[in-house]
T-cell receptor
Framework: KQEVTQIPAALSVPEGENLVLNCSFT??????LQWFRQDPGKGLTSLLL?????REQTSGRLNASLDKSSGRSTLYIAASQPGDSATYLC??????????FGTGTRLQVFP | EAQVTQNPRYLITVTGKKLTVTCSQN?????MSWYRQDPGLGLRQIYY???????DKGDVPEGYKVSRKEKRNFPLILESPSPNQTSLYFC????????????FGPGTRLLVL
């Protein structure tokens, strides 16, 4: 069964810390992996998209890596800020055209 | 502005009363899909569409219907809603099969009494 797991489920850190959010997936036959941010009561905003042939993507303070062989992706957030507080979701697009989401990591960055 | 819109944003209805949630995108995207989000279960795909007149079931299609008569619109239909369909629903679109970034609508919160 194709599953996506995110650890930890919740994280609370002081401002300025560097963070790593983890995503693991079963079945390495993927097209891509995408990281999203969801603010309370809002839709999802795409942060980074990594194609299956890529190892990492960077955007500003965010860096996402992909290791297909081990079924893992990490989202690295540098110098966290209170505005980074949100739920972070990873989603894997499998070759079956199914997009499977993890249950998310709820991040709180306090001043 | 490039966007995905959903209507209504909030809806309270009763069991058995047919309803439609509309979804529209203005980016000329081929791929559109519907998800529901429930606490502890994350987002689950209901239906998706690769192009006009092409739709396929996702992971949780039971109790839902969709249609794709035009490229920009992808309505979600609940013929006979039940309380277990109370959820937060999202529509999304992307340029192609899913190899590009997916854009999400703001969500529709549905309560079925």
């Amino acid at each position: 069964k194709q599953e996506v797991t995110q650890i930890p489920a919740a994280l609370s850190v002081p401002e300025g810390e560097n963070l790593v959010l983890n995503c693991s997936f079963t079945d390495s036959a993927i097209y891509n992996l995408q990281w999203f941010r969801q603010d309370p009561g809002k839709g999802l905003t795409s942060l980074l998209l990594i194609q299956s042939s890529q190892r990492e993507q960077t955007s500003g303070r965010l860096n996402a890596s992909l290791d297909k062989s081990s079924g893992r992706s990490t989202l690295y957030i540098a110098a966290s800020q209170p505005g980074d507080s949100a739920t972070y979701l990873c989603a894997v697009l499998y070759n079956t055209d199914k997009l499977i989401f993890g249950t998310g990591t709820r991040l709180q960055v306090f001043p | 502005e490039a966007q995905v819109t959903q209507n209504p944003r909030y809806l309270i209805t009763v069991t058995g009363k047919k309803l439609t949630v509309t979804c529209s995108q203005n980016m000329n995207h081929e791929y559109m899909s519907w998800y529901r989000q429930d606490p502890g279960l994350g987002l689950r795909q209901i239906y998706y569409s690769m192009n006009v007149e092409v739709t396929d079931k996702g992971d949780v299609p039971e109790g839902y219907k969709v249609s794709r008569k035009e490229k920009r619109n992808f309505p979600l239909i609940l013929e006979s809603p039940s309380p277990n369909q109370t959820s937060l629903y999202f529509c999304a679109s992307s340029l192609g099969r899913g190899q590009e970034t997916q854009y999400f609508g703001p969500g529709t919160r549905l309560l079925v009494l």
